[in-house]
């Protein structure tokens, strides 16, 4: 069965392709319309979701199952400006003239089809559809099972709303049942790319079982590092924001990394202001003389991605410690420095190794939102095809088309060959 709704998904794509940006864009803002007139709905069907399976869930999977009305406006708007930017599809990125009549063009081209299982988090099913649209991709959907009516509810809405209006809809499909994945991912013949959307093993289960390319990270244990010359007042503020504005993102802060001159006097504030703000601390044992705070992080336990109202404080000896560390135990997501120091700032952003580095803002700007991308379809940390929040480039790749006039390769070889010109046309910039 699953087999089967690849094929028809991978004819979808090709169709999807061919229809105008103008048309894709309109089709984005109907989705918009009908994200908002079903709000209710939708709500509805997640409000049983949470009563069914919420309180079996993690915390941090229990709060992203959940939607609210503020969830689907800023999605909503996200897919608005996914309408209103600058169509991506047969951009013309590089041009070359060979020889006189004999042009190469590179252009960008859907990847095809695109899978993205994710667990909880029911608003990423339209994200994710406003970015596959936007591009041209086909999208085979997976949700939990946790998510169950408002996935079925989401998807079922928006086929019945785009046939009702005359577009295409055939391009994206929802799948249901663990089965299903384990099907999916024998398909390397028909899904171009996987996006898994979950845990630690989640994500390393799909990157063990499949031949299809993987596009994800595995965690999101993101750091602060705490440099001398940092404003306090800026620094708490930032830290704060990080850890509490939403724990269970991959983004939030989950180790605080404060330089050994400073921290006599900046951790007891750090910890003060936490507390306050209702996160449970825990610490090194130097952090740990310092504060007399008895919850000390085991050598084994620095890798460790909370997801919840917990963080992790550590004194490192100076900024190249602070690195070490970072690029020791972090996940390559998303990093930052706190410091007034520019020079500190630049060595430090140049020196990590993730795929987001910050100086003094919060982690939780790692979203694809956030940078303007209209919405994400998910965090790359590795460094092939795409890094950090993906948006629509992450979905894109290209394609050489030679146009010659009866052009022969004879031409170009042996005493007598023609030289190529090999000469760059400029492109049009978008």
């Known amino acids: 069965m699953v ?4 094929v028809q998904l991978s004819q979808g794509a090709r169709e999807l392709r061919l229809v105008p940006a103008a048309t894709r864009s309109r089709m984005l803002e109907i989705l918009v319309q009908t994200i908002l007139d079903n709000t209710p709905l939708f709500l509805q069907e997640n409000e049983r979701d949470c009563a069914e399976h919420a309180s079996h869930l993690e915390p941090a999977l229990a709060q992203r199952l959940a939607l609210s009305e503020d969830k689907i406006s800023t999605l909503a708007c996200g897919i608005q400006d996914l309408a209103r930017l600058e169509d991506p599809l047969g951009a013309l990125l590089a041009q070359t003239q060979l020889d006189d009549d004999l042009i190469l063009d590179k252009v960008s081209v859907p990847l095809g089809v695109v899978s993205v299982i994710f667990e909880s988090r029911p608003d990423v099913l339209y994200q994710v559809l406003g970015l596959t649209l936007r591009t041209g991709n086909g999208i085979a959907l997976k949700g939990g099972r946790e998510a169950t009516r408002t996935n079925r509810a989401m998807v079922r809405v928006a086929q019945e ?3 009702k209006n005359g577009f295409p809809y055939r391009w994206f499909c929802l799948l249901e049942g663990r089965e299903s994945v384990d099907e999916l991912l024998k398909h390397d013949d028909l899904v171009d790319l996987v996006i898994p959307r979950g845990s630690n093993e989640f994500v390393r289960y799909i990157q063990a079982n499949s031949r299809i390319p993987v596009l994800g990270h595995a965690s999101g244990v993101c750091h602060i590092y705490v440099h001398p010359s940092a404003n306090v007042d800026t620094a708490l503020k930032v830290i704060v924001d990080a850890k509490t504005q939403y724990p269970a993102a991959c ?13 006599p ?4 504030l750090l910890r003060d202001e936490l507390i ?3 996160v449970k601390v825990r610490v090194c044992s130097e952090s740990s003389h310092i504060l007399n705070h008895d919850d000390i992080v085991r050598d084994d336990e620095w890798n ?3 997801g919840a109202l917990t963080i992790a404080i550590k004194v490192v000896p100076d900024m190249n410690g602070a690195i070490e560390h970072i690029n020791r135990h972090g996940s390559h997501h998303t990093d930052g420095i706190l410091a007034q120091d520019q020079g500190a700032c630049e060595s430090f ?5 993730s795929a987001s580095v910050f100086a003094n803002c919060s982690t939780r700007f790692a979203d694809g939102y956030r940078f303007g991308f209209g919405a994400e379809i998910g965090i790359g940390t590795g460094k092939l095809h795409a890094r950090g929040p993906v948006g629509m480039e992450g979905l894109l790749t290209y394609k050489y088309i030679l146009r010659g006039k009866g052009h022969i390769v004879a031409s170009y070889s042996g005493a ?3 030289p190529f010109k090999f000469s760059r046309i400029p492109t049009p910039s978008r």
Not at 251 to 263: G, P, S
Request: aromatic share 6%.
């Open 3 to 6: 087999r089967e709704a690849l």
């Open 416 to 418: 007598a060959a023609r």
């Open 161 to 163: 709303t785009l046939e």
């Open 276 to 278: 306050r703000a209702g």
């Open 304 to 306: 460790t991605e909370y």
């Open 349 to 353: 952003v140049a020196s990590v190794d």
């Open 265 to 268: 006097t900046f951790l007891p």
């Open 251 to 263: 983004n939030a802060a989950e180790t605080i990394l404060v330089d050994r001159q400073i921290a």
